[in-house]
DNA sequence: TTACGTGCAAAATCTTTGCCCCTGA
DNA sequence: TCAGGGGCAAAGATTTTGCACGTAA
């Protein structure tokens, strides 16, 4: 409703730049621990409250993968991940946004709905885990 | 590796009809609500116990849908789903297969990895909940 | 008979929150 | 100045697990 006045605090401003600078879509945990090196007095509830703000605000995206974390990313661009199911890696996969936009507006008109996201995980073994194999 | 000699008890029969009747994607915490109803005794820890079984043996699917809890599901064939992001509700969706499986082959070819598995969640405003507004 | 399964409760994980002091604008 | 923010620790929520007893095959 009305804009909540936030403050850019040194905390939150670490933390956005630490995952800025981070593609492996880390969890609030590693965040924290990346964290404390620039601040060590820093604590966990700080990092949360912190990365909750910073995607209410749609600067960064919350990722819910399949395992029981959340995990966290900055590029707020739409695409689709890939998890390796050996080495636990997460990989951005660039799928032709049209396909998808294309299966969202199929859905909406068939269903009588609105579609605001559509999110797409796919499971399997990278490709260095194909080669160790 | 070696097979697991399982047993078939009362209860896991009992949780896995209930969920074969339910169409809702219940959470483990609706299920054990339900089961009480047959079972009195049955304990929340035997309910999760069976269907991490269960799911592990591939007669149900644990859907991870962005709440912080783990849905299941006895259709284990491959279908999508909608979240209603006002009332909650979880709707199948059949998206076409072919191109589900295109978008699969193609990130396989192109990266050089191997795809078991593609989850598509869309998240939205349902028909119910159009109406309404 | 006997290994697998259950009930119960405690523990483990991850995340949120209350409280009081601190600080950015 | 002073309302939003941080540190700390406790609380919440969901899920797992250890243990002793029960039961399917």
Redesign the interface.
């Known amino acids: 409703m009305s804009v909540v006045r936030r403050r850019m605090t040194k905390q939150r401003s670490v933390i956005y730049d630490i995952l800025c600078a981070d593609y492996t879509h880390p969890t609030a945990e590693v965040i924290y621990g990346k964290t404390q090196k620039v601040l060590p007095n820093i604590s966990l509830g700080t990092v949360y409250r912190n990365l909750n703000l910073l995607a209410e605000d749609g600067m960064i995206k919350k990722l819910?993968?399949?395992d029981d974390k959340v995990h966290f990313d900055a590029d707020i661009s739409s695409h689709s991940h890939?998890i390796?199911?050996q080495c636990g890696k997460i990989?951005d996969?660039d799928?032709d946004t049209n396909?998808l936009k294309q299966?969202?507006n199929d859905?909406?008109t068939k269903?009588?709905?609105?579609?605001?996201?559509?999110?797409?995980?796919?499971?399997?073994?990278?490709?260095e885990c194909?080669c160790k194999s």
Chains 1, 2 share one sequence.
Do not use: M, P
């Open positions: 819910d993968l399949g890939f390796c199911e990989i996969i799928v396909d299966l969202e859905l909406a269903n009588k709905l609105i579609v605001h996201s559509a999110a797409l995980v796919f499971r399997g073994i990278c490709d194909v």
